[in-house]
């Protein structure tokens, strides 16, 4: 019945499809692309042993989505699970629209046998970035895939065309299948250590990168895995850094790169050394043992095969990371998505609004492990919290739950910090224990102005990098340090702030901000979409 339905839908969309593009042709509309998913389980052996995986369409990692600025993308997701699910889109900026962001605090999940068509745009966007599947620990079980934004033609890009464009989704990879795995959190433990890193769904030597002598290839890397910071290399090559998570970088020569959870990076890589076939390494970062998985760059001429051992490459430094990090900085002078200079954004100038300060914490609640940030330890609630503030049902989420500061003592609550649209605020987060922590912020962008040892204090700010920062949205923090921000509060909506390491993303350590804006227009929001579901409290309110 449900093939039935998706090819029925099929034919639809492309009829819909027909009927838009002419449309654009009359009203010069920005273009669209229209998708149709079908979610299902299947058998994989991403680590030599049989699994339960999440494809999309059949594949593990799920379709590539390749766009231009602007683009409408509709994609139609039929649910074949047997169990609810969403897909969310880590670093779309989903302006004006957190209807569509795909976690459980804007949407509801899709019932098995049923669909939903999210309608996105990725507005004044370029880069690289990618979707996951946001519920009930799924994500450990694949269902993810990369995401491209290109440059309009109009746009001048600052680097050649390279001769070929290629996504690595890498990760660490646990051989428990994902109930399993979410069982044992449930019970109040925390997961083992991985069992291996996957490059694009793969183990070791599984996949290859062709190039052609002399030509240069774009790289776009995210680390899409559950636990860990990995670091990115390719024997006997470098790695030119030309964009950060949809910031245009400077070009900086690395000869590896760390990527930490939730991140994602492009480099340009020159085949120019003599043809043969070159190690493609990525390792897991701050951990003992180090994992570390492989895949090989081929160059078409190439003499031999892969050789030799594998290029070492930094294990436990932390002052490495760091300075890594600090040395990224934004192309002043090239164009982002618009013709504007990146530069021409003084950042730096804009007067902060309030400082919210956010704190990572690991208490054990009833003798189960958990995980908070500013002493609230976050719950699932019943009912959406963007349909539960829209339809305006009491009791749902608490609004103003959580504070801008760590106030002692852990409690578990739905909060929702409230804010005000347009606002700018600084947000430091500090983290206090011996793990690397890596922050997530939907709907938004920010400017990493700061990151140091120690325990941050207003004296910090006069280290503060106020002109050529790079702008993402997830950054890192480091043990026992702190990493601190400028952010623009330009997006009204109920946005998910929340940890990358999805064990204590699910354990608590997340809430939700409310950005609010009292116009109620929708100049600054969407209105609610006709095709919404309802669920929880909010099942019979009229949209």
Partial sequence: MLEHRIKASSFLVSVIFLLVFV???????????????NVSYGDIYPLGVKQQGILINGQFPGPLIESVTNDNLVINVFNSLDEPFLLSWNGIMQ????????????????????????????????????????????????????????????????FPPPAGDYTVLAG???????????????????????????????????????????????????????TTSIN?????HKLVLVEVEGTHSLQNTYDSIDVHL????????????????????????????????????????????????PPGGPTTQIDWSINEARSLRRNLTASGPRPNPQGSYHYGMINTTRTIRLVNSAPVIDGKQRYAVNSVSFIAPDTPLKLADFFKISGVFSLGGIQDYPTGGVSLKTAVMPADFRGYVEVVFENPEETVQSWHVDGHHFFVVGMDGGQWSEASRTGYNLRDTISRVTVQVYPKSWTAVY??????????VRSENWVR????????????????????????PNNVLLCGRAVGHQP
Avoid at 232 to 236: A, D, M, Y
Avoid at 487 to 496: K, Q, R, S, T
Avoid at 518 to 528: Q, V
């Fill in 23 to 37: 449309l654009q042709l009359v009203n010069g509309e920005d273009p669209y692309r229209f998708y149709t998913w």
């Fill in 95 to 158: 302006r004006r629209n957190s209807w569509q962001d795909g976690v459980f605090g804007t949407n509801c999940p899709i019932p098995p046998g049923r669909n939903f068509t999210y309608n996105l745009q990725v507005k004044d966007q370029i880069g690289s970035f990618f979707y996951f599947p946001s519920l009930a620990f799924h994500k450990a079980a694949g269902g993810y895939g990369g995401i491209k934004i290109a440059s309009r033609s109009v746009i001048p890009v600052p």
């Fill in 172 to 226: 660490d990879w646990f051989k428990q299948n994902h109930t399993d795995l979410k069982a044992i959190l449930d019970s109040g433990h925390d997961l083992p250590f991985p069992d291996g890193l996957l490059i694009n769904g793969r183990g070791s030597n599984a996949f290859t990168f062709n190039v052609e002598q002399g030509k240069t290839y774009r790289f776009r890397i995210s680390n899409v895995g559950l």
């Fill in 232 to 236: 990115f290399r390719i024997q006997g």
């Fill in 262 to 309: 939730g991140q994602s990076y492009s480099v340009l890589v020159t085949a120019d050394q003599p043809p043969k076939d070159y190690y493609i390494v990525v390792s897991t970062r701050f951990t003992s043992p180090v994992l570390t998985t492989t895949s090989a760059l081929h160059y078409s001429n190439s003499a031999g095969g892969l050789d030799g051992a």
């Fill in 487 to 496: 952010m623009p509060l330009d997006n009204v909506g109920m946005w998910n």
């Fill in 505 to 528: 993303q699910y354990l608590g350590q997340q809430f939700y901000l409310r950005v609010y804006s009292p116009a109620n227009s929708w100049r600054d929001e969407a209105p609610i």
